[in-house]
């Protein structure tokens, strides 16, 4: 549409005889004219909203879901021969023990600081597995593997039963191995190491421990079944409270014998607490669970191939 206009001056209509001049009455005519343009109708299929195409992102190991016979399940030579060297240092402590107590003709106490000793690696184990779970990542210097691992194990709990014998435990058999071996050379008396054979030999074999308390019934062998029972190894039924929301409880893997008192004395959520209002430090306990952390069952193909 456009618009113009013209503008005359016109003689006022009214005269008066004394007036020397005459006011002009402006009178203005405004002209429009309107064009219009014809736009297409729409389409419909122009009025789909078809979403953006995101970047497909490279599938990497952590968010792939492991399968049975996946390679990073299986042993090699190294982790055979660090489990060995590990076993190989507490059944020295461990000999130590019983010839020097022997030779001393004192046994209670070596078997007392036995006893202290499976005690304190379950608890030892509670707060290595509540630390882990809940602060640091991938990144995290030293422990970086492990807490990436025992995240990974919560999405898929049942890879740890697939995992085979020196896979599981060569990261704590290494540490272990530099651990007891200069207690070995340094000292021969037997009650440092009735406590040390003991504890050490709990905490290698933890993770062992802790693979049994996810297997079921029928494929476990009875003696293990015995101990499970007898509460000496940590149950299926107790470590399965784990896997459950809210995954703050029952973090001890070796007995289970300090759970009942650490969950319902509220010890992690204290240490919780300190570290938050100390350092800034928040658990993972205390966010909503992120996919990582939600188990995946087994599927019906890979049940039938175990």
């Known amino acids: 549409m456009s618009i113009f206009t013209q503008t005359k001056l016109l003689p006022s209509p009214k005269h008066h005889v004394h007036t020397v001049c005459h006011s002009p009455i402006l009178r203005t005519?405004?002209?429009?004219?309107?064009?219009?343009?014809t736009k297409p109708k729409p389409v419909p299929e122009n009025l789909v909203i078809k979403p953006p195409q995101l970047q497909q992102l490279e599938p990497s190991p952590d968010n792939i879901r492991p399968m049975v016979n996946d390679p990073s399940l299986l042993s090699t030579w190294?982790?055979?021969?660090?489990?060995?060297?590990?076993?190989?240092t507490v059944?020295?402590?461990l000999a130590k023990s019983v010839a020097s107590a022997a030779h001393s003709h004192i046994w209670a106490e070596p078997i007392l600081a036995g006893l202290v000793g499976y005690v304190l690696a379950d608890l030892?184990?509670?707060?290595?597995?509540?630390?882990?779970?809940?602060?640091?990542g991938a990144s995290t210097p030293i422990f970086g593997a492990q807490?990436?691992?025992?995240?990974?194990?919560?999405?898929?709990?049942?890879?740890?039963?697939?995992?085979?014998?020196?896979?599981n435990l060569h990261a704590l058999a290494r540490v272990?191995?530099?651990t007891v071996l200069p207690l070995d050379v340094a000292f021969d008396d037997p009650i440092l190491h009735g406590f040390v054979a003991v504890c050490s030999g709990c905490i290698m074999f933890s993770q062992q421990f802790h693979a049994w308390a996810h297997g079921t019934k029928s494929r476990l062998p009875p003696l293990v079944l015995a101990l499970q029972d007898s509460g000496l190894l940590i149950s299926r039924s107790q470590h399965s409270a784990h896997h459950?929301?809210?995954y703050n409880n029952n973090y001890c893997i070796v007995s289970g014998v300090w759970n009942e008192f650490l969950d319902k004395q509220k010890v992690f959520e204290a240490l919780e607490m300190i570290l938050f209002f100390k350092q800034g430090l928040r658990p993972r306990s205390w966010s909503e669970p992120s996919p990582e952390w939600i188990e995946e069952a087994e599927t019906i193909s890979q049940l039938a191939n175990n």
């Open 78 to 88: 190294s982790h055979r021969a660090w489990v060995a060297s590990g076993c190989t």
């Open 176 to 178: 272990i191995t530099f």
């Open 91 to 93: 059944l020295i402590s």
């Open 29 to 37: 005519t405004v002209h429009c004219s309107v064009s219009t343009t």
């Open 244 to 246: 459950r929301q809210p």
């Open 124 to 136: 030892g184990s509670g707060v290595y597995h509540w630390g882990i779970d809940n602060y640091g």
């Open 147 to 167: 807490i990436e691992a025992f995240q990974g194990h919560h999405k898929w709990p049942w890879t740890i039963t697939k995992r085979q014998f020196a896979n």
